[in-house]
Nanobody
């Protein structure tokens, strides 16, 4: 499984940004997710979506501001980020794992990782 994230950059607080991740390989029915890691901090869960797209999970810190979606016909997963805050600044990683009864929120729940994309939110 290969994952490649894109769409990061610099944005002012209150602005919006959409991250994209293209995936390939044995990803049929995989759960897709996003994590982020700020300098000096652990990699934290952001959002995830089930293989059917009918179940999602979000970190409390992004609920109501971020939306995860997927388009399997295009082999893409997206993270729409609105009302961005300086504390959202981090490297964002796209991730994937085989389906499980529940969407995982720990990095150890995921098997495949893409390279990160930097998101910087200025105040």
């Amino acid at each position: 499984v290969q994952l490649q994230a894109s769409g990061g950059g610099l944005v002012q607080a209150g602005g919006s940004m959409r991250l994209s991740c293209v995936f390939s390989g044995r990803t049929l029915r995989n759960t897709m997710g996003w994590f982020r890691q700020a300098p000096g901090k652990e990699r934290d869960f952001v959002a995830a979506i089930s293989w059917r797209g009918d179940s999602t999970a979000y970190a409390d810190s992004v609920k109501g501001r971020f939306t995860i979606s997927r388009d399997d016909a295009k082999s893409m997963v997206y993270l729409q980020m609105n009302n961005l805050k300086p504390e959202d600044t981090a490297v964002y990683y796209c991730t994937s794992t085989a389906p499980r009864p529940r969407i995982g929120t720990k990095s150890s729940d995921y098997s495949y990782w893409g390279q990160g994309t930097q998101v910087t939110v200025s105040s």
